[in-house]
């Protein structure tokens, strides 16, 4: 008898989560540096001007340094605030300073500033990714919501190595993403 997809999804986000807050903080420190470094030669190479970007929580992938980077450099950054319903109101960041909690743990920029254009890069969070460049989040489906109607703006997801799987459980509103950054050779640029 085959698993339900539900029920795989649920242990697969289980395993990552626990694995994910077992690891140590050198290589954790390590990986997140190498992963804002390149996120930053990305948003160059491709001149990117405004970014929409996740505001990391527990042990998820710190990009602060590459989000205080941007706004040195007047790009646009834009993050979400979680509302009801899968859906994300998306705020102009100005200041890391200036966030305001909200849903499930999550940060969001404090006041109202509602960012109505288009995106040049989204940058986004998971638990585990694949080779065909499939996401697997936290289960509510906010980014899947999010991501579908996102037709000309480059999507790229963040996950450490051990997070890659050969093939992640799929349903229809899955979104395939243009890019995965899990690198396995990290350790050239961060002296590993």
Known sequence: ??????????????????????????????????????????????????????LPMGSEIDIFPFIEQCLAQKKT?????????????????????????????????????VFEGTYDLVVVPGLACDGNRYRLGYGAGYYDTFLADLNTSFKIGLFYPFQKMYLLPKEPHDVRLDEILCDINFGDDTGM
């Open 1 to 54: 008898m085959n698993t339900p997809i539900k029920t795989q999804k649920k242990e697969i986000r289980k395993r990552m989560l626990q694995q994910r807050d077992l690891m140590s903080m050198t290589t954790k420190t390590l990986y997140d540096r190498y992963v804002c470094k390149t996120l930053w030669q990305l948003m160059e190479q491709r001149g990117c001007q405004t970014v929409h970007t996740y």
């Open 77 to 113: 950054v834009i993050s979400p605030q979680s509302l009801p319903k899968r859906s994300f109101k998306n705020l102009v960041l100005t200041s890391l300073q200036d966030l305001e909690p909200g849903i499930f743990g999550t940060v969001h920029p404090a006041g109202e500033r």
